[in-house]
């Protein structure tokens, strides 16, 4: 009788041991920054994935809760050519819901660049995650070569990037989190501030931070993306070529550290074509 007793007990406590590892496979989370790297993202990498669907980086990041945040944020991005309120709130929402919904059983790796475009979006996350306690958080990063992109690395580099992923701390979540605050509250002296206190570990986001102090605007309200975007303008000007395609190819490999997309420089372009080359036939 002693015997199957503990033989009853040793099958229970593998069959607990194998529900509690089953549920760490769900648990772990992958949150990427956009869909190009969903549609490659390695099929040997397991776990529930989640779309960074956005570019707060840009555009109106007002909200005293998270409903009026992503209304407002749809309110903008239907702003973008062919982009509607609608398929923000279906797609891009949904999605920072699911973020929302993590807890402390959650292993968390987010998918991030270097460049300020997607740190401001893993600023934001990172957040999120600290308002819920999510304490198991990597922050996989690109390999040297690629710091403001994954789309150059290959499977096997994307995997190697996983397992090299760097572990965050609550204070580097936090710090992260200030990151966000100083970023939607547009504080240039809180980014100095931050800036000076990075820790050694983080020093990869010095640029971004940089980056963002650099948009502060000038006296013909100008930041610095502003500034050279113009320059580049007036040089194309003179060619008789304001066309936007090759502004913004030119713009865009000068500008990597901010990794704006068309459709960011694209505003911009508008905005400089109407205040400064307003005769440009």
């Given amino acids: 009788m002693i015997e199957i007793r503990m033989l009853y007990i040793f099958e229970n406590d593998k069959r607990a041991i194998a529900e509690v590892a089953s549920k760490l496979v769900i648990m772990k989370t992958h949150i990427l920054n956009g869909d190009a790297l969903l549609q490659r993202f390695p099929e040997a990498i397991k776990g529930e994935k989640i779309i960074a669907r956005e570019c707060l980086v840009d555009g ?3 909200g005293d809760t998270f409903e009026q945040f992503m209304l ?7 702003s973008y050519p ?3 309120e609608a398929q923000y709130l279906a797609e891009a929402k949904p999605e920072f819901e699911k ?4 807890t402390h059983e959650n292993l968390v790796e987010l998918w ?4 300020l475009f997607c740190q401001v979006n893993l600023w934001y996350i990172c957040s999120l995650l600290v308002d819920n306690k999510v304490c198991k958080v990597r922050w996989v990063k690109p390999n040297e070569g690629n710091e403001y992109s994954f789309a150059d690395m290959s499977d096997a580099e994307l995997i190697l990037a996983k397992d090299n992923a760097l572990s965050l701390s609550q204070h580097d979540l936090a710090f992260f989190a200030k990151c966000w605050q100083a970023f939607y509250l547009n504080d240039y002296a809180q980014f100095t501030l931050l800036l000076n206190q990075l820790p050694s570990h983080l020093c990869m986001i010095k640029n971004a931070i940089n980056a963002q102090l650099s948009r502060q605007p000038d006296e013909n309200g100008l930041g610095y993306p502003e500034r050279k975007l113009l320059a580049i303008m007036k040089h194309h000007a003179l060619n008789n070529n304001l066309a936007f395609a090759p502004v913004f190819k030119e713009y865009y490999a000068k500008m990597a550290v901010y990794s704006y997309g068309d459709l960011q420089v694209y505003r911009m372009y508008q905005q400089l074509m109407q205040q400064y080359f307003s005769t440009y036939e």
């Avoid at 407002?72 to 991005?77: G, L």
Wanted: proline share 0%.
């Fill in 112 to 115: 991030f660049e270097e460049d």
């Fill in 99 to 102: 973020i929302r919904a993590l």
């Fill in 72 to 78: 407002n944020r749809a309110t903008f991005i239907a």
């Fill in 60 to 62: 109106d990041l007002f």
């Fill in 82 to 84: 062919q982009c509607t």
